[in-house]
């Protein structure tokens, strides 16, 4: 499976019409350790650029931004009791939210790894 980046630094791995979403290595360097993360209600539908969850940390909150449209279809509810999984895993176990891809098309307008690493 391929990852695709966003320039808001979340990432996105689509597997069919699922996709799995999360923030990247250095969004959460930048964050510091996090203390909660919450995503919107299973079934929201999002747009593309549309906050789809929330992570605080002890230096800042942010949104985190769906990278495609979509309904979201779960939350990783580890992240309720063990927030700083996203930090330890950002690209693993630390995913946030599981998104239905309206177009999984769109992921072509994201970044690849090698664009991403070069911002």
């Known amino acids: 499976m391929t990852t695709y980046y966003t320039k808001s630094h979340e990432w996105i791995r689509l597997d069919g019409e699922e996709a799995t979403v999360g923030i990247t290595a250095h969004a959460s360097e930048e964050l510091g350790e996090l203390v909660f993360v919450e995503a919107k209600d299973e079934g929201t539908d999002v747009a593309a650029g549309d906050?789809?969850?929330?992570?605080?940390?002890?230096?800042?909150?942010?949104?985190?931004?769906?990278?495609v449209a979509g309904v979201l279809s779960g939350f990783n509810t580890k992240l309720s009791d063990e927030p700083t999984l996203v930090g330890n895993d950002p690209e693993g176990e630390g995913w946030i939210f599981k998104m239905k891809v309206s177009n999984p098309d769109d992921v072509t307008s994201l970044l690849t790894a090698e664009q991403y690493k070069s911002l």
């Open 51 to 67: 906050a789809a969850a929330v992570v605080e940390s002890v230096k800042a909150a942010s949104d985190i931004y769906a990278p």
